[in-house]
């Protein structure tokens, strides 16, 4: 059962341009909303991440917007960057205790010049 | 940084030895986890503990068991290593502040031949 669709699996984008990543989910008991990158020979850092009581929160070129009734998440990076280039993923919280993550996929972002 | 600790980064062993994997934090959090991850899966959660002596099943937990006899240290081990469980480990942790980000090491690349 997968918890947690990613998409795209893959993306490439051009210096300065604008990268997208979504994230769809059906356990509607998901209350944190969390994005984190990784780079190569590294865990996961987290990146930026939202309550489902707002519908947007923006941290530098980074956005993320949330559709509680779609059941979806996006990732927006403003202006990427090569050092934007990076596996991303969505990690939905459970309410439940533990803090637990469920992981999406993962896309692979390459910023070319 | 987290202080999180991975030991070994990398090992490679053969079929049916068994395998400790080690996670050291300084951070004193109460929540400490065991992710794999593999292509085109995301991480995957092992195990996790909320406490000392306090261990739960993830959902990819077959094959695998864990310890936590301080705070500071949570122990993997794969009692009977087999060649699917080939993999980068991941410890992360966490502190047990509702919706607190979970922190990663740098993994252990794990290879069973």
């Known amino acids: 059962q997968q918890q947690v669709k990613q998409s795209p699996q893959s993306l490439i984008v051009q210096k300065g341009g604008i990268s997208i990543i979504n994230c769809a989910y059906e356990n509607t008991a998901f209350d944190y909303f969390p994005w984190y990158q990784q780079f190569p020979g590294k865990g996961p850092a987290l990146l930026i991440a939202i309550r489902p009581d707002v519908s947007e929160k923006k941290e530098g070129r980074f956005t993320i917007s949330f559709n509680k009734s779609a059941k979806q998440f996006s990732l927006h990076i403003m202006d990427s960057q090569p050092g934007d280039s990076a596996t991303y993923f969505c990690?939905?919280?459970?309410?439940?205790?533990?803090?637990?993550?469920?992981f999406g996929t993962g896309t692979q972002l390459k910023v070319e010049l | 940084d987290a202080g999180i600790t991975q030991s070994p980064r990398h090992k490679v062993t053969e079929t049916g030895t068994p395998v400790t994997l080690r996670c050291h934090q300084t951070e004193n959090h109460r929540y400490m986890y065991w992710y794999r991850q593999d292509p085109g899966h995301g991480l995957r959660l092992i195990h996790y503990?909320?406490?000392?002596?306090?261990?739960d099943k993830g959902e990819v937990s077959d094959g695998y068991s864990v310890s936590r006899s301080k705070t500071e240290d949570f122990l993997l081990t794969l009692e009977s290593a087999t060649s699917s469980q080939t993999s980068v480990y991941f410890c992360?942790?966490?502190?047990?502040?509702?919706?607190?980000?979970?922190?990663f090491g740098d993994g252990t690349r794990l290879s069973i031949l």
């Open positions: 992360a942790i966490s502190s047990d502040s509702v919706g607190q980000p979970q922190h």
């Open positions: 503990s909320y406490g000392v002596k306090d261990t």
């Open positions: 990690a939905p919280k459970g309410a439940g205790g533990g803090n637990k993550l469920t």
